[in-house]
């Protein structure tokens, strides 16, 4: 392991996913920055303390990991966070695109808490590598859910004809209960 691979792995990999973290809330929470401290204090090491390239450049890239998969998880909490709002809104999500948006939904949806899952077990595992892949994998499947699923148009459209579904429910239940004491005191 080369002091370039450590940079190479923090530009390509690092700096993307923490950025979609940071613009999250405009906040890099803390763990993901006590990695990054610790990876600079390793490489530090080498050009200060003088000591092994290979070692500490090795130990820079495992710190740079874990803030990945750190925030991979991070990523993964923000969606269901997300998921929850939407799918607890005041719409009914069934008449979107005639009740095949809720289906999907659902199943795309499951498919990435089972790829994280996977991605999970592999991590107890102590399988880094394949379990870095397979969180990559959960963060691709997130923002696609998202592009697909988190349209605010339909789901302001889904609100908006629940809300006249249940107020002419509404109305017609109160007519119906009207009419229906109307009739009793005739009757009686």
Sequence with gaps: MTELDV?????????????????????LPIELLFEIHSAFDHLKRIHVDGESVDEQAGKAYSHLKRGCLDAFKLKLKYFNDDMKA????????????NG??????????NKIVC??????????????????????????????????FFDSKKIQWAEKQSFFRFSGTFVIGVVTGVLASIIVSFIV
């Design 7 to 27: 940079y190479d792995f923090y530009n390509e990999k690092v700096k993307i996913i923490y950025s979609e973290i940071e613009a999250r809330n405009n906040v």
């Design 100 to 109: 095949t948006f809720i289906n999907d939904f659902i199943s795309e949806r």
């Design 115 to 148: 790829c994280a899952k996977e991605a999970r077990v592999m991590e107890g595992q102590k399988n880094v590598d394949d379990a870095f892949a397979k969180w990559y994998q959960v963060s691709t499947m997130i923002d696609a859910f998202e592009q697909r």
């Design 86 to 97: 939407v799918y607890n809104k005041k719409a009914d999500l069934r008449i979107i695109d």
